[in-house]
């Protein structure tokens, strides 16, 4: 079964309705997520609003960019290494 992929958008907009004094059953049902998705959302999003979602999507964003820069320089580094230690 293909599952769907909430935005954070989405996803802050289903924690404040449980925020409001629903049950979080009741938000489980009617949103057709489980318990324990709705907990795991809770403890990464629980206190976001939706200006802080975005920073974080962008801060993820840039995160991988530098990490991806990083591993390519390793990469070069060791390249060069390995072409040094031969004699000449």
Same mark, same amino acid.
């Given at each position: ?17 449980? %925020? ?5 059953? %009741? /938000? ?14 809770? !403890? ?7 200006? %802080? &979602? ?9 995160? &991988?960019?530098?990490?991806?820069? /990083? ?7 060791? /390249?060069?290494?390995? /072409?040094?230690?031969? !004699?000449?």
């Amino acid at each position: 079964m293909k599952q769907k992929r909430h935005s954070t958008e989405e996803i802050i907009r289903i924690l404040r309705s449980a %925020d409001s004094g629903r049950t979080a059953e %009741d /938000v489980c049902r009617d949103n057709n997520i489980t318990s324990a998705t709705f907990y795991r959302w809770k !403890k990464k999003y629980g206190g976001m609003e939706l200006k %802080d &979602a975005r920073r974080y999507r962008e801060l993820e964003r840039e995160n &991988a960019e530098l990490k991806k820069i /990083v591993a390519d320089q390793l990469l070069n580094i060791r /390249v060069l290494e390995a /072409v040094n230690a031969k !004699k000449w």
